[in-house]
């Protein structure tokens, strides 16, 4: 397996992990459980950081510039409501 593939498996996994502290975050019932969940959401967050920048310096991850009809389009709309 190439080092790419290794690294798009891990990128996804880690937003899955991600997800998952994010919900336990917003779940919890204790102040404890909260703040455990919260702080293992903010490690995994700079964990996927780094991956996507490695990625990204790569070349490995490429991202589309939106248009800037699409983006004022979008602003129009949440600003109306």
Known sequence: MEDKDLMEKELLIIKGVCDLYLH??????????????????????????????????????????????KIDAAKQKFANQ
């Not at 780094?50 to 991850?61: D, P, R």
């Open 24 to 69: 336990g975050t917003i779940e919890s019932s204790t102040a404890e459980v909260h703040t455990a969940f919260k702080d293992a959401l903010n490690v995994s967050l700079d964990i996927q950081n780094k991956i996507y920048n490695l990625m990204a310096e790569k070349g490995w991850y490429k991202m589309e510039n939106a248009e800037q009809q």
